[in-house]
């Protein structure tokens, strides 16, 4: 053979070994082997789907109504009047003085504010009482003089309707006022209330005495007080309300979150809520795990609550794997390789 022809052989032969030992370089920077070695018989890298799994458990639910309600003073009932409120003044006319600040305890009947209107001035107001009291008692007026003194002096006063805190002074001596001024506001912050209104559509499922959890930071548990008979025709809500026990540490003007429990289910079987799916017509499924498939099995959704809903359907029961992350979209009988270890602590609510 020439020389020339031996050293193309040469180049040729180099050629290939450095070609194959690339091709095995790409090959196991790949994991291509061990995948060969772990993949079931007849099935194709593309049709095994990493998945995460958790299991079926035993829990009782709540279904909840929720919203958002304002911290005021609790409302009059059928045994006691109302905690207190704003309060406006009784005639117009201009203050002629302020007996109370912001955060005084005051007492029912105190005057907080004093006015003068434009026919009269509190001072004589005052005198004219003192005046016919004293004729009254030596028989020179009638009762009924002394009453109309009376009624006039309380035209210019502002008095606290209940016991409790003056929680806002809205006004100052010379000040001009009016029926619709809100002068102050005095409440028994004992007796306080969360009053939320209700969609019409949910307010069917509220009645007095049902749970209501309030959603602070510590949370306030309390009953339902009060369901409004009637609904609000300009935005379609019912008033509901619920009294705070003494001491929740809430105050007046507060927004807070709240949810009413409205129904209980006990020892019932809950799937991780990740693993619900639903198709286009609304049919809810799990995915259950059996060996290394994904079975799609329809169900019948209930209560949810946190991370957790209901299900039922024949066979299912308590332990059951089914696939969490990855489970939307997956087809039916899909090859799995599971890639969490069951995680068999429980982060349901009332886990059984």
Same mark, same amino acid.
């Given at each position: 053979?020439?020389?020339?022809?031996?050293?193309?052989?040469?180049?040729?032969?180099?050629?290939?070994?450095?070609?194959?030992?690339?091709?095995?370089?790409?090959?196991?920077?790949?994991?291509?082997?061990?995948?060969?070695?772990?993949?079931?018989?007849?099935?194709?890298?593309?049709?095994?789907?990493?998945?995460?799994?958790?299991?079926?458990?035993?829990?009782?639910?709540?279904?909840?109504?929720?919203?958002?309600?304002?911290?005021?003073?609790?409302?009059?009932?059928?045994?006691?009047?109302?905690?207190? /409120?704003?309060?406006?003044?009784?005639?117009?006319?201009?203050?002629?003085?302020?007996?109370?600040?912001?955060?005084?305890?005051?007492?029912?009947?105190?005057?907080?504010?004093?006015?003068?209107?434009?026919?009269?001035?509190?001072?004589?107001?005052?005198?004219?009482?003192?005046?016919?009291?004293?004729?009254?008692?030596?028989?020179?007026?009638?009762?009924?003089?002394?009453?109309?003194?009376?009624?006039?002096?309380?035209?210019?006063?502002?008095?606290?309707?209940?016991?409790?805190?003056?929680?806002?002074?809205?006004?100052?001596?010379?000040?001009?006022?009016?029926?619709?001024?809100?002068?102050?506001?005095?409440?028994?912050?004992?007796?306080?209330?969360?009053?939320?209104?209700?969609?019409?559509?949910?307010?069917?499922?509220?009645?007095?005495?049902?749970?209501?959890?309030?959603?602070?930071?510590?949370?306030?548990?309390?009953?339902?007080?009060?369901?409004?008979?009637?609904?609000?025709?300009?935005?379609?809500?019912?008033?509901?309300?619920?009294?705070?026990?003494?001491?929740?540490?809430?105050?007046?003007?507060?927004?807070?979150?709240?949810?009413?429990?409205?129904?209980?289910?006990?020892?019932?079987?809950?799937?991780?809520?990740?693993?619900?799916?639903?198709?286009?017509? /609304?049919?809810?499924?799990?995915?259950?795990?059996? /060996?290394?498939?994904?079975?799609?099995?329809?169900?019948?959704? /209930?209560?949810?609550?946190?991370?957790?809903?209901?299900?039922?359907?024949?066979?299912?029961?308590?332990?059951?794997?089914?696939?969490?992350?990855?489970?939307?979209?997956?087809?039916?009988?899909?090859?799995?390789?599971?890639?969490?270890?069951?995680?068999?602590?429980?982060?349901?609510?009332?886990?059984?």
């Amino acid at each position: 053979m020439k020389p020339k022809h031996i050293f193309i052989a040469v180049v040729v032969v180099c050629a290939g070994v450095a070609l194959y030992a690339l091709s095995k370089l790409h090959g196991a920077a790949s994991g291509g082997d061990d995948d060969d070695d772990q993949r079931p018989a007849g099935a194709s890298t593309e049709s095994i789907i990493p998945v995460q799994v958790g299991a079926l458990k035993r829990v009782t639910l709540h279904q909840y109504v929720t919203g958002y309600g304002s911290v005021g003073a609790a409302p009059a009932t059928t045994t006691q009047p109302a905690a207190g /409120g704003p309060l406006s003044a009784p005639t117009a006319g201009t203050v002629a003085k302020v007996n109370v600040i912001a955060g005084q305890q005051v007492n029912k009947g105190d005057v907080l504010v004093e006015l003068n209107s434009a026919s009269v001035t509190i001072d004589y107001a005052r005198g004219e009482v003192d005046r016919q009291e004293e004729l009254f008692g030596e028989q020179n007026t009638s009762l009924k003089n002394v009453q109309d003194a009376k009624v006039q002096l309380a035209s210019l006063q502002v008095v606290a309707p209940v016991s409790g805190t003056v929680t806002s002074i809205n006004v100052q001596p010379g000040q001009s006022v009016d029926t619709t001024t809100a002068i102050a506001e005095v409440i028994d912050l004992s007796r306080l209330a969360v009053t939320a209104k209700i969609p019409e559509s949910q307010a069917g499922q509220l009645q007095t005495g049902q749970e209501v959890q309030i959603l602070t930071q510590p949370p306030v548990t309390t009953s339902l007080s009060f369901v409004g008979p009637q609904i609000n025709a300009d935005d379609g809500t019912v008033t509901a309300w619920a009294s705070l026990p003494v001491g929740s540490g809430l105050r007046p003007g507060q927004f807070v979150q709240f949810r009413i429990v409205t129904a209980v289910h006990t020892d019932c079987l809950a799937a991780p809520a990740e693993s619900v799916v639903a198709d286009d017509n /609304g049919n809810s499924f799990i995915p259950v795990v059996n /060996g290394n498939e994904a079975a799609q099995t329809p169900i019948q959704a /209930g209560f949810r609550e946190d991370d957790w809903v209901e299900v039922s359907a024949p066979g299912l029961k308590e332990g059951d794997q089914v696939v969490t992350v990855g489970a939307y979209g997956l087809p039916d009988k899909t090859q799995i390789k599971i890639v969490n270890p069951l995680d068999d602590a429980t982060n349901s609510p009332g886990a059984q």
